[in-house]
C-alpha cells in the first residue's frame, strides 16, 4: 500500500520561504508524475506544481517564478521549495500523482502571515 508523508510546513512571514518534503513509501517517485496539490480554507484541493517521470516540471501560474518541485530518486522523496511566499498561499499541502491516484496522506499545514 503507497504511503505518502508530508512535512516542513510551518508559519512564515509574507516573503520567506519553506521547503515541504514527500516521502513515498510503496511505490517509486521516479516512475510517477509525482504533484504538490493545496488546499486554503473554503477552497477546492488544487494542484500548484508537478515533476514528471522524465524530470520536466509544471507550475500553477499562481506559483511560477515562486516555487521550484524536485525529487530524490534515492530517498524517494519529493520536494517543494516555496519562495516568496504570501498570504495567499496559506493552506494544507498534499503530494500525490498528478492524476492522483493514490489515497491523500495528512498533509502539511504552511500559514503565511501578512
Known amino acids: 500500500q503507497v504511503q505518502l508523508a508530508e512535512s516542513g510546513g510551518g508559519l512564515v512571514q509574507a516573503g520567506g520561504s519553506l521547503r515541504l518534503s514527500c516521502e513515498v513509501s510503496g511505490s517509486l517517485v521516479s516512475v510517477n508524475n509525482m504533484g504538490w496539490f493545496r488546499q486554503g480554507p473554503g477552497k477546492q484541493r488544487e494542484l500548484v506544481a508537478y515533476?514528471?517521470?522524465?524530470?520536466?516540471?509544471n507550475y500553477a501560474d499562481s506559483v511560477k517564478g515562486r516555487f521550484t518541485i524536485s525529487r530524490d530518486n534515492a530517498k524517494n522523496t519529493v520536494y517543494l521549495q516555496m519562495n516568496s511566499l504570501k498570504p495567499e498561499d496559506t493552506a494544507v499541502y498534499y503530494c500525490n500523482t498528478r492524476t492522483r491516484i493514490y489515497g491523500w496522506g495528512q498533509g502539511t499545514q504552511v500559514t503565511v502571515s501578512s
Open positions: 515533476i514528471s517521470s522524465g524530470g520536466s516540471t
